[in-house]
């Protein structure tokens, strides 16, 4: 195995729920240095919708392959999106496809699972739609294909899958367990009672962290990709906790970090879990060293690929520029463009001045819809000390001026693209330095106090309780 001081490139795969990539990252710098992309398809095919396994499979090796000559990589990281577990048969196959999340189940299935899931007390993971509780995925896959899942050999956290694939062995580990699963106690450590109400505790691969080396590529597999040297596998991360490590590392708590893609999640780093409201999307997720951090979320990203698809496009500084005007004309956009999660879980997307307003305006009001659902989430979890924005939302120059304004904190942007990758490929015990954060942003709008409290008012009137 080699020893980490020697890599020179780390070479992680990334799956989000929108799209995958492939990165290679120097590890002296952090820089990316090459990448590929491809979006992460949903099959609609029978029992259920499912994400395209073979595909990404396939897209992974002939990523691995064509950086094996060059740049070249000594290492692999892996990191995925959550909600997301993988059941194998005996063989390592899969037992039943990779539910998607997005998945509604019958009423009669919810209702049945409500009353077997923990209390918030014991997990920190609200009651979330869907199957982003994985146990309510694992309890709709057992009770609705019970032949299939009698063939049931193994559970596996996604990130852990892909280590798998590669290496033979399996594990999972505690950032996706922790990711509101309903599966993990994070105060105590170790799996929920709901283990053992589903009669899955045996079938629950071995916990390993998320920094250890499984083991080198598969020989087979080495060979089929072109590797010339034995290349270690680590075990892989949760996404939203790759992005959080680099800061883990780096700063002293308190601070905040909002970590922006199809989701925005919030953590409240050195912050408490006594007063999280499991109504509101407020969870704790566990660390990559174990640690229970408050969180929140809503879609945001999600929200803002819906609505700028229907509005358009305007240069950075139209938008920015556009704040102010919004503000004076009272212009608003009200929760929720995506049902079904965030601060404001009842509340249904609505526009007040929308007619009156150009394409900048609609955009800098959008900016300023998601700074104020992203302040409603640090204020959930008690966030203190300076902010830290990563992915696509740190380029978005209105939304980090009305952030920075709402919040009255230092909001530090950090532009690069590959903040989840960044953090994965610290597993593999780089330390590489790097000068991505832009200078902090500290702002003042004029008229935004009232302007919070006119959005507030009105979301209250539209019969979302604001706490």
């Known amino acids: 195995m080699s020893d980490f001081k020697a890599y020179r490139n780390i070479a992680v795969i990334d799956i989000g729920k929108t799209n995958a990539k492939v990165v290679v990252l120097d590890a002296r710098t952090g820089a990316e240095i090459a990448v590929v992309k491809t979006n992460n398809s949903v099959l609609k095919t029978a029992p259920y919708p499912h994400y395209d396994i073979e595909r990404l499979w396939g897209f992974i090796i002939e990523a691995l392959k064509s950086f094996a000559a060059a740049p070249g990589f000594d290492a692999i990281s892996i990191t995925t999106h959550g909600a997301s577990a993988v059941l194998l048969d005996a063989q390592g196959g899969l037992a039943l496809p990779v539910l998607d999340y997005e998945h509604s189940y019958p009423q009669a299935v919810q209702e049945a699972y409500a009353q077997l899931r923990p209390a918030f007390a014991e997990t920190f993971s609200p009651e979330l739609s869907g199957g982003l509780n994985v146990g309510a995925q694992l309890h709709y896959q057992k009770n609705t294909f019970p032949e299939d899942f009698a063939r ?7 990130p852990q899958y892909w280590a798998f694939c590669l290496t033979g062995i399996a594990t999972n580990e505690v950032t996706s ?3 509101h699963t309903d599966l993990w106690n994070p105060t105590a450590g170790a799996y929920s009672s709901l283990v053992d109400t589903l009669g899955i505790r ?5 916990v390993r962290s998320a920094f250890d080396a499984l083991g080198p590529v598969l020989p087979a597999l080495a060979a089929e990709i072109g590797l010339v040297a034995p290349v270690p596998v680590y075990c892989g991360i949760h996404d939203s906790n790759a992005s959080l490590l680099p800061h883990l590392v780096d700063n002293d ?14 953590f409240a780093v050195g912050g408490d879990l006594d007063h999280l409201d499991p109504e ?8 990559a060293y174990g640690r229970a951090v408050p969180s929140s979320r809503f879609m945001g990203g999600r929200e803002f690929e819906i609505l700028a698809a229907k509005i358009g496009t305007a240069p950075s500084d139209a938008i920015a520029g556009a704040l102010e005007r919004v503000i004076e004309k009272n212009f608003m956009l009200l929760p929720n463009v995506v ?11 609505r526009w007040i001045g929308e007619a009156s307003m150009d394409t900048a305006e609609r955009l800098a009001a959008v900016s300023l819809y998601l700074a104020l659902m992203t302040e409603a ?9 300076p902010v830290f924005v990563e992915g696509p939302f740190a380029t978005n120059g209105a939304y980090l001026i009305a952030l920075a304004a709402l919040t009255g904190a230092e909001v530090i942007a950090l532009p690069g693209s590959t903040g989840t990758s960044q953090g994965a490929a610290l597993l593999t015990g780089i330390r590489p330095h790097t000068t991505m954060a832009s200078a902090p942003v500290r702002a003042e709008l004029p008229g935004l106090t009232n302007y919070r409290e006119a959005w ?9 309780p604001i706490r």
Request: glycine share 16%.
């Open 152 to 158: 049931v050999a193994t559970i596996l956290t996604y």
């Open 177 to 179: 367990l922790g990711c």
């Open 202 to 206: 045996e079938l629950m691969a071995p």
């Open 253 to 266: 708590a308190p601070f905040a970090v909002v970590s922006t893609g199809t989701w925005v999640i919030s």
């Open 280 to 287: 509101r999307d407020v969870l704790a997720n566990v660390d």
């Open 339 to 349: 049902a079904g999660s965030g601060p404001f879980p009842g509340s249904k997307m």
């Open 377 to 385: 989430c640090l204020g959930l979890i008690g966030a203190k000390g």
């Open 456 to 464: 507030r008012e009105a979301l209250s009137c539209g019969g979302q």
